[in-house]
């Protein structure tokens, strides 16, 4: 008797060193379950709605579209970005009843921005949505999965080029399954860059944007495009077809998906005054390497933008815009560029 109790007493002190307050309890399981948890079902969840959500822009692309505006005349909205939202989340929601979501209508209809620990999906139902508009054959779906505000994956899906792209923390970067890779280049006289101009058209912002360019091209670079859709812009960076990209003013919906992608292909991803990157700042450097990326940062100015948890966007209104189509050509009344 008396050896077992002393067992018996060895036994509770050897489990007491993995005692701790019943107050911790909960945080110390979540803390352990969100490192161990492999996200891929999530992802692969997101890439099959993603594909649904594709095909409902495809039909959209080439009807007639009402449109609306949202802050400026420059910044529009259709019905069926709406649409694609509400049919992302819903699905969504439907499968993981406690995640939450950051997606562009929701906040421009008035819901406030904010990003938490838990599990949240940013979204962007048609990054592009002036592209959409003129049937400019660029929109994609954006898609990024965070956990304590760490982007896990991101998918972005170029829907009449039928790219999808996607990139899981660690996993590296894909296009249509096939591993992708940022081009490499170091030396920012023989890149291509990629920028946006936005909707910001107040005279101070002009003017900085249009000094930008002037400064990077008189570095020299080879030259400076845009494609209409931020996701878009730096998912060819990711692919090498371009080496840098620069914005100034996008969201936080625009890019937390293709920053990953950017970083997962091996490219660079930092502020516009070279500080860490931060997708509530509006502001993005995203490149080949850390030379250009930094170069770049030395040469550009930002302008003053909200950040994009201190927003508090009014509900979209009606406009007199309408976009229609017959077989051959689009008839439009009034004219805009959305901010990506």
């Not at 939202?85 to 997606?103: C, N, R, T, V």
């Not at 209508?105 to 990003?115: D, K, R, T, Y």
């Not at 859709?229 to 077809?241: F, K, Q, R, W």
């Amino acid at each position: 008797m008396l050896c077992l109790a002393i067992f018996l007493e060895e036994l509770h002190s050897s489990f007491s060193i993995f005692a701790f307050p019943a107050s911790d309890f909960s945080s110390q399981i979540l803390q352990r379950t969100s490192i161990m948890t492999d996200w891929t079902e999530c992802m692969n969840y997101g890439i099959h709605i993603a594909r649904e959500a594709r095909e409902a822009i495809l039909h959209a692309f080439r009807i007639k579209k009402a449109v609306m505006l949202k802050s400026s005349p420059a910044d529009l909205v259709t019905e069926t970005d709406q649409r694609v939202e509400k049919m992302l989340i819903s699905a969504i929601h439907e499968k993981y009843p406690l995640h939450k979501f950051i997606g562009e209508e929701s906040v421009a209809a008035g819901e406030q921005l904010i990003l938490t620990d838990s599990p949240t999906w940013i979204i962007d139902p048609i990054d592009g949505t002036t592209n959409f508009v003129h049937r400019f054959p660029f929109v994609a779906i954006s898609i990024a999965f965070t956990v304590k505000k760490q982007t896990e994956f991101g998918i972005v899906y170029s829907c009449v080029e039928d790219r999808l792209y996607s990139a899981q923390r660690g996993r590296g970067a894909f296009c249509n399954d096939i591993p992708i890779t940022t081009s490499g280049q170091e030396d920012i006289t023989k890149s291509l860059l990629v920028t946006e101009i936005g909707s910001e058209r107040d005279e101070l912002a002009l003017s900085i944007m249009t000094s930008n360019l002037h400064r990077l091209l008189e570095i020299p670079i080879h030259g400076i495009r845009a494609v209409g859709t931020a996701a878009v812009d730096m998912c060819l960076i990711a692919t090498g077809g371009a080496d840098a990209y620069y914005h100034i003013g996008m969201h936080c919906w625009d890019i937390a998906a293709s920053a990953l992608i950017v970083c997962e292909a091996g490219g660079v991803v930092i502020d516009t005054n070279g500080s860490e990157f931060d997708m509530m700042a509006r502001r993005v450097i995203a490149a080949s390497s850390s030379s250009v990326a930094h170069r770049i940062s030395q040469v550009i100015r930002a302008f003053p933008c909200q950040r994009d948890d201190e927003l508090h966007a009014p509900p979209p209104k009606k406009s007199t815009i309408d976009h229609t189509t017959d077989s051959n050509k689009v008839h439009k009344t009034g004219s805009g560029q959305r901010r990506l």
